[in-house]
């Protein structure tokens, strides 16, 4: 791994790197165990995929924003370690797949070129912030939300809050009122508002999809800009604190706020402000890079088809509230597509425009500031591609995530599924071209990554039992989810579950009779008004399973007998000592205090001495076989089982000791003397251990 070394020009990023590389090593070896290793590398952007050996590699790109020299570093990266195919995700990401562990610091590294990075891409941790792709351009915003979605990525990538969390963290911003940034699905959402002159959002909280989606809460209808970051930083420590560790299915901030209520939360965010290290954090929206225009004047083409070309103008040309310029949406089917066309893209839209792609939330490539003149130009060389597909954004423009492909938790393919229904719409219902209020979404499991339980009709895979025990693959069709605007929302119905196969059946019954019977009407309206047990009764039909033939038994896009499995994980490390590995990180958690206190980070070192306190009470109490679910809990049952029952003694609880986070002011004294805290706690813990083995 020495060979990067010298190449990686920021310090941070080179540690991080050798870290990673460590880390792998030390895996292989066996000195840590594989729960823990998954925990690290998922926190760099490393995932396992559903065939063993190799790696699916999630690239951070903030808001979606990507520049031509990013976009040909991603394929120059590909190129080398992957197969050269980029799959575009619903959170403005592009993951790569099979690709070899031992290379994936060298893969970072080459990234890094570009600033470009893997960190916290995946895992519990603060995940990559989104934007409505239009923003900066959109005609009816108040302001442009990029600086400031720029701002919040970059005060987080790092922050030692939320490295650990108890899952991970979703954050959003829209542009306008329209939210099409999706604040009502995300833990923090924010929607761009001005109020009496001044720049702010509007908030909402604990909103996500999944088995069990909810709705987000309003917690402020109005948040002065300069408050945005204080207040993550707020909601982020207590969420880490109070949030669900050890059931995954509770682990997310929508259960916190159900369990709590509102008010308790906005309590608990009051109790945290001592600690939170900035009061206001303006950002600069004026230093924000201003955007260049290309001034090459493109050659006069001949358009071959006209009626393609207008049909394509109709559904695919974005208005800009620039004079003079339009952006250019390309519908990338199902997210994927090839580095040979990436690479002259980056070069398109170098030349030609301005030097940027947006990813959008429904997998697409959205091409801002391309002059009006060169539209017919862009059309053609977009076609030599295969990129001028009419339709960006409207009813055949399917959302669905790689399902049984690659992923681990796929039940059932979601992308055979997406390309068969799209075939449907193009070749039976070419009326709905132009459609945008129809949106149909797909996820391989009821985990919500191609978003169904939000879209207007929704499948998910799951699978089907007959009398007989024999298993297929099946779809749980999802109705009535919308969009309102301004944080407003409605989640779709569980309406009837079908085999795959009667996926396309399905699609034409609800099509065929929303034709018929809406009188124009919005297709979530129309829904409403006619309730979950009319499509029951519309669909209940489909769902019989004692005649299937032997083609229901085999997935779309697949040739094989259709098994329900759970793709193959990592090889398991050798069985360690699970106190020793967490007394281990108590050490790794002050040496990383230490650190930030040289740094003068005062804030992050009180929290990674807070860390390796919480961590070192953790392993006693797993030690003794006592749940450890949140933070709050291990502070509390520390205090009941070791230190009011006398078997470990402090000057004062537990829970005092611990809590000196949020009473004390983030000073350098108080860091300096808090890791003096973690140290003398770890050493009574590691005392009290060894005494208790050897009585045992």
């Known amino acids: ?6 190449e990686i020009e920021n310090p941070v990023v080179e540690k991080e790197i050798l870290e990673l590389a460590n880390k792998i090593q030390e895996f292989k070896d066996g000195k840590i165990d594989e729960e823990k290793f998954r925990s690290l590398r998922l926190a760099r952007g490393v995932y396992g995929q559903r065939q063993e050996g190799v790696q699916m590699i999630r690239i951070k790109l903030p808001y979606g924003k990507v520049s031509s020299n990013q976009l040909r570093r991603i394929c120059d990266v590909s190129e080398e370690y992957s197969t050269g195919r980029l799959h575009i995700t619903t959170r403005q990401d592009i993951q790569i797949h099979y690709v070899d562990l031992n290379r994936t610091p060298e893969l970072w590294s080459e990234l890094d070129k570009d600033s470009i990075t893997l960190r916290e891409a995946c895992g519990n941790t603060v995940r990559n912030v989104t934007a409505s792709e239009t923003a900066g351009i959109d005609v009816d915003e108040p302001f442009d939300v990029s600086p400031y979605a720029h701002g919040l990525f970059e005060y987080m990538l790092r922050n030692p809050i939320s490295q650990e969390l108890g899952r991970k963290f979703k954050v959003s911003f829209s542009a306008t009122a329209e939210d099409t940034g999706l604040s009502y699905m995300h833990d923090l959402g924010f929607i761009a508002k001005i109020e009496n002159g001044v720049v702010g959002f509007k908030v909402m909280l604990a909103g996500g999809l999944g088995s069990q989606p909810r709705l987000a809460e309003e917690l402020y209808s109005f948040l002065p800009s300069d408050q945005i970051i204080p207040l993550i930083e707020a909601v982020v420590r207590v969420f880490d604190r109070y949030g669900e560790r050890k059931s995954r299915a509770k682990a997310r901030m929508k259960f916190l706020l159900k369990d709590i209520g509102l008010d308790a939360f906005k309590e608990l965010l009051a109790a945290e402000q001592k600690a939170v290290p900035v009061k206001t954090y303006p950002i600069d929206a004026a230093a924000y890079p201003e955007v260049k225009v290309a001034e090459a004047t493109a050659p006069e083409v001949t358009i071959a088809d006209q009626k393609a070309f207008e049909t394509w103008k109709s559904t695919n040309i974005v208005p800009q509230k620039q004079a003079g310029y339009v952006a250019i949406g390309i519908k990338v ?11 002259l893209l980056a070069d398109l839209v170098e030349k030609y425009a301005a030097s940027e792609i947006r990813l959008s939330l429904r997998q697409n490539i959205l091409v801002p500031y391309v002059k009006e003149e060169l539209v017919p130009f862009f059309y053609t060389e977009l076609e030599k591609l295969g990129f001028a597909t009419a339709g960006y954004n409207k009813i ?7 399902g049984t492909d690659t992923c681990n938790l796929g039940i059932a393919s979601s992308t055979g599924i997406s390309d068969e229904l799209e075939r449907v719409l193009n070749a039976e219902y070419p009326q709905y071209a132009n459609n945008s209020d129809v949106v149909i979404k797909i996820s391989g499991c009821m985990n919500a990554c191609g978003q169904h339980n939000m879209a207007n009709i929704g499948f998910q895979g799951m699978s089907v039992r007959t009398k007989d025990k024999l298993v297929a693959p099946a779809l749980q069709v999802l109705l009535g989810g919308g969009n309102f605007g301004n944080g407003k929302a409605r989640f779709a119905d569980k309406v009837v579950k079908v085999p795959s196969k009667r996926g396309p059946e399905a699609l034409r019954v609800i099509l065929d009779d929303f034709e018929a019977n809406a009188n124009g009407a919005k297709f979530v309206d129309y829904y409403v008004e006619k309730g979950e047990h009319y499509f029951y009764d519309l669909l209940t039909h489909l769902s019989d399973v004692e005649d299937l033939k032997a083609e229901d038994f085999i997935d779309w896009g697949s040739t094989a007998k259709y098994e329900k499995a759970i793709g193959i994980g990592e090889c398991a490390g050798v069985i ?11 050490e790794e958690k002050i040496q990383n205090a230490e650190e930030t206190l040289k740094e003068g980070k005062f804030a992050a070192s009180i929290y990674h001495s807070y860390s390796s306190i919480v961590n070192s009470a953790k392993a006693l109490l797993l030690a003794a076989k006592k749940k450890t679910n949140t933070h709050a809990k291990i502070i509390t049952d520390f205090d009941t089982n070791f230190v009011a029952s006398g078997k470990l003694s402090l000057d004062t ?14 000073t350098e004294a108080f860091a300096k003397r ?12 590691e005392a009290y251990r060894k005494q208790d083995l050897i009585e045992a």
């Open 1 to 6: 791994m020495q060979s990067f070394r010298t």
């Open 576 to 586: 360690i000592d699970l106190i020793a590995t967490l007394f281990f990180e108590s």
């Open 674 to 685: 808090h890791i003096e805290d973690a140290k003398n706690f770890l050493k009574k813990v």
């Open 396 to 402: 055949s423009d399917i959302t669905a995530c790689p």
């Open 333 to 343: 089917n199902l997210g994927d597509f090839y580095i040979d066309k990436a690479r």
């Open 653 to 666: 609880s537990f829970e005092e000791f611990a809590l000196q986070i949020n009473k004390e002011e983030p």
